[in-house]
């Protein structure tokens, strides 16, 4: 970045009108977009005394965000989403980022090798590697190889899987144990569930469920090639359990995401998420935690937990579900991850406010941790209070009797909470398609009933 003269000198915030034309003109070369993005985070690390006069604030947030999308190939809508998370020279760095691809990365299946005898083998082959970090005594980072590592005699033979360091974090937080019941409610292609299998020496079982019977495929190759023999393979819509099947000692909810967090993997997300896709994820999302908490059996004497996570990194996806759980299942807790690094989760972010111990979930970061974007929060699910409805006063009183359990009933998914959400989004895209949404509907006016009661 240049001192405060130089580029300063000579730099002009093009105007609105200015903009239009430079868009119909087809927008200018790499490198005037390049030094105007420079421009924009300088003066706005600063703004009070770089700006120019009479020059706000969201003009400059409005001419960095355009070019941003122009200059990384984003939709504005993502680039915008994505620019809010972050400090503004942060958000470069997240930006650039994106645009590198991550380390390759290997787990070492400890049910048919060891970590150490699995680099010799694959050193012996030509392969340059090291392990991942202290925090996982199991990952091994490629730097290079003369082998193509999906296809080595040790990768047939179930040695190791090829996986995103960052998809090791959830697993580690579950910290399934030998001997217990686990629900992996999303599993395919079954990362997880071969480290949930090995870090419970193939004992006790776990449901490897995915609602995309194509996807059970390749889980179910992985289950067999790497020698997994407590897993049951499922497809049932998540939203299913606890119905087909329940009282885990512990549950995964790797959810449906965005993907987000690895845009360096696929770079579609970058123009085919659209604000409606958000509040579909985040809604779909919303209803599977309710189902994998209700899943848990708050009794079991190992576990009792919930790991929630997600390989996006926008708030509607991570703390704004999990808020969401705590509201309508007041018998779980957050509790820490256990992980040694990450960023606490957003307490409160553009004036939502959450729970103040969603600062106890951990994001990461491709710029920060060198990592795809996740994100991980853990619950420890508490038997349900029994609630008893008082007919006198009409409340309900918690009680640890024989009171009828009314608690289900009344915690169900809400979806009237993201009803103008979805309806707004709808909106959006039926304007972007140049048609005519409806008018907004208007509250309920009261019936005439409800206002001779008022009045
Ligand atoms: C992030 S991926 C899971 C990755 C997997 N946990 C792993 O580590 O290999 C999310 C998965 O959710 C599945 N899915 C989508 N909607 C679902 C639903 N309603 N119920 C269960 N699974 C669903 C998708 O098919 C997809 O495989």
Redesign the pocket.
Known sequence: MDGEGGEAEAFHLPTAEEREEEKKSGGPDVHTVQRRMRECVRVLGNFKKRAAPGRPRSEYVQQLISDISSYYGYNEFLAEKLFQLFPVAEAIEFFEANEVPRPVTIRTNTLRTRRRDLAQALINRGVNLEPIGKWTNVGLQVFESSVPIGATPEYLAGHYMLQAAS?FLPVIALSPQPGERVL??????????THMAALMENTGVVFA????KA?TKSLTANVHRLGCKNVVVCSY???EFPKVIGGFDRVLL????SGTGVISKDASVKTNKSERDFALLSH?QKQ?ILCAIDSVQPDSKTGGYLVYST?SVTVDENEAVVDYALRKRPNVKLVDTGLEFGRPGYTSYRGKNFNEKVGLTRRFYPHVHNMDGFYVAKFKVEKRQKVKTRPDEGGAVATGGDAMDVDAEETKFDSDEDKPYLEEAKRKQMKAKGLRPRPRSKPAEPTPIAVEAAA
Do not use: F, I, V, Y
């Open positions: 998809s992996d409610m999303a599993s395919a292609p079954g990362g997880k569930t469920n995915d609602a995309n996807r819509d998540g939203r790797d959810a449906p995401c779909l599977l390989c």
